[in-house]
């Protein structure tokens, strides 16, 4: 077959920028490191159609993912039935496999119209990768409605099943950590999901990264079906998950899907300094709680940039966040095929280190300890040297001689 990207392997890779992030991917058992953070920034332009393998994991999924949790009108600003499955149609028609929902997004009602436009028939079912989530209750009065023991887990995932109108999930995520069930029950319980062909993957949503850690191990030790995904926030208005969540997951196999990239739209262009208290958002305090000057800052610095690119500020948005390492796929919350076709705009979105630099340091986070101490690490252990690529200022208190070495 040849080595990857000679002229007689199965790989082909082009000249110009494909080719400089091919050559800068880390030999790891046989592939690349796809996570790479020069590879990454050299890969930014890409299409629907350029699959991604989610974590550790084959399954290959389109490098956005179409969230549903607007599908249905149930809450009152939601999308039709007809408009929800124009997006997904179009979605589908450009390449995109990858779709998102839960099981109490609007009512149960976004399975449903997933289901019935996907789930039940089987040329559209088998091309797409359909992740659902338990843990919501939706039956107030029952406490085993919700959370994540086994007796509530293994009944939403089959209501889910049923809403979808299809055998199997191909992932299953939990929705947010259930601190009053054991973790060994859970993963007991999704391994058993797994091992009786209604779920294909596993992943976690929401959940302090010592908890998946402990997952993940465990797991790893008890030959359970492991997490390959772990679902955040994440967006240039939250990235106090670089502290603890993300290296986890890189470091362990799992591929981020970062929920509300644009922070509930507040990226989206539609907020800015000149227009401050004058828009009303439709998602009322979800929005406005993050209107402040920090969030103007930012928002100034993203629409300067999609000046300068001929792009949207979503666009711009979107692509900061597609481009992080440890990024498989940000999920998409369009209501309209407008939204969405503005959104996958993004995908030929290529910032410049400049501009990707800019964008860095107007949304830089304030980490929680010991990550924002651990920043300095480099300076103490090899200062005014370069590893990895990371160069250390210089260590002021170092000898300075063999002198000063006791």
């Known amino acids: 077959m040849g080595r990857p990207g000679s ?81 997904m149609d179009h979605f589908l028609a450009l390449g995109g496999n990858f779709i998102d929902t839960a099981n109490v997004y609007t009512h149960g009602h976004s399975e449903k119209i997933i289901g019935d436009h996907i789930g039940r028939i089987p040329s559209k079912r088998d091309r797409m990768v359909i992740a659902t989530k338990f843990f919501g209750n ?36 939990m929705h947010a950590w259930d601190r009053n069930t054991p973790i060994e029950e859970t993963m007991r319980a999704l391994d058993d999901l797994v091992r009786g062909g209604k779920v294909r993957y596993i992943g976690f949503s929401d959940t302090p990264a010592w908890k998946v850690a402990q997952a993940q191990v465990m797991a790893s030790f008890r030959g359970l079906a492991p997490l390959v995904a772990l679902q955040i926030e994440y967006s240039l208005l939250e990235r106090t998950v670089e502290g603890e969540l993300v290296p986890m997951a890189q470091e362990l196999g799992l591929g981020i899907t970062p929920w ?28 406005e709680s993050s209107l402040n000057d920090r969030a103007y800052s930012v928002i100034d610095a993203v629409k300067r940039i999609a000046r300068e690119l001929g792009a949207t500020p979503a666009q711009v948005s979107l692509a900061w966040v597609k481009s992080r ?24 979105v290529q910032l410049s280190p400049e501009q990707a630099a800019t964008l860095d340091e107007v ?33 002021p208190l170092a000898p300075r001689s063999d002198a000063q070495r006791p």
């Open 138 to 173: 939706a039956f107030s009065r029952d406490p085993n409605g919700g959370g994540a023991g086994a007796k509530s887990l293994i009944a939403a995932a089959h209501e889910s099943l049923r809403r979808l109108q299809t055998d199997y999930v191909d992932l299953l995520w």
């Open 363 to 395: 949304s830089r986070p304030s980490l929680n300890f010991p990550a924002g101490f651990l920043q300095n690490a480099p300076m103490f252990m090899h200062g005014g040297l370069t590893v990895n690529g990371v160069t250390a200022p210089p260590w």
């Open 260 to 287: 509300s990239p644009l922070k509930s739209g507040v990226l989206s262009g539609k907020y800015g300094r000149e227009n401050a208290g004058k828009v009303k958002a439709d998602r009322g305090a979800w929005v």
């Open 7 to 87: 002229p007689n392997s199965l790989v082909e890779v082009s000249s110009g920028p494909a080719r400089r992030a091919f050559s800068m991917g880390v030999r790891r058992s046989g592939g690349f490191d796809y996570d790479n953070a020069d590879f990454r920034k050299e890969c930014t332009a890409m299409s629907l159609d350029h699959y991604v393998t989610l974590g550790r994991s084959g399954l290959r999924v389109s490098p956005f993912c179409l969230g549903a949790m607007t599908f249905g009108e149930d809450l009152g600003w939601g999308s039709s039935v007809e408009t929800s499955n124009a997006v």
């Open 325 to 348: 390492p440890g990024v498989s796929s940000p999920i998409l919350g369009a209501r309209t095929l407008e939204q969405l076709e503005d959104n996958l705009g993004a995908l030929k």
